[in-house]
């Protein structure tokens, strides 16, 4: 299986599985600094809501492509897991198999981060959000312009 799907539209090569799930934001840097990737910008995860995705009921996560075509296809298109995410304060997991929610590289003052939350109905970015909250971690690599 590839390890990265290239989405040429937006000039980003996506890691196919997540290299961490419930991790605070400090943890998640170290983590895809660790793969020498880094996590997207919110810039970044706003160009990958506006793409083609679909539901799989069965696997409990969203596909997304840059074609309709390619969704679903593990060669053309990359799975994101609805894990939800452990609250910080509780340490409890919150809809797992509805949303999932991961981490962006902007930040929101030094202890709030941003956030893409994509689900079955709906795909939404967030801020202001504790970097202490635990969300899944997807590395992603810039790639050239064609």
């Given at each position: 299986m590839?390890?990265?799907?290239?989405?040429?539209?937006?000039?980003?090569?996506?890691?196919?599985?997540?290299?961490?799930?419930?991790?605070?934001?400090?943890?998640?840097?170290?983590?895809?600094?660790?793969?020498h990737k880094r996590l997207a910008t919110n810039e970044e995860?706003?160009?990958?809501?506006k793409l083609p995705r679909i539901w799989d009921?069965?696997?409990k996560g969203t596909w997304i492509a840059e074609r309709k075509e390619d969704l679903m296809n593990p060669e053309k298109?990359?799975?994101?897991?609805?894990?939800?995410?452990?609250?910080?304060?509780?340490?409890?997991?919150?809809?797992?198999?509805?949303?999932?929610?991961?981490?962006?590289?902007?930040?929101?003052?030094?202890?709030?981060?941003?956030?893409?939350s994509i689900g079955n109905s709906n795909s939404r970015l967030y801020d202001n959000l504790n970097k202490a909250n635990g969300f899944s971690v997807r590395a992603v690599k810039s790639i050239k312009k064609k």
């Open positions: 590839r390890k990265t799907i290239k989405f040429h539209s937006i000039n980003l090569q996506i890691d196919v599985e997540n290299l961490a799930d419930h991790t605070n934001y400090d943890q998640a840097l170290i983590t895809v600094k660790a793969k995860q706003k160009a990958l809501s009921k069965d696997r298109s990359v799975f994101l897991p609805a894990l939800g995410y452990r609250e910080y304060h509780n340490n409890k997991i919150y809809f797992r198999d509805i949303y999932g929610y991961y981490w962006s590289s902007t930040q929101d003052g030094s202890t709030n981060g941003y956030m893409w």
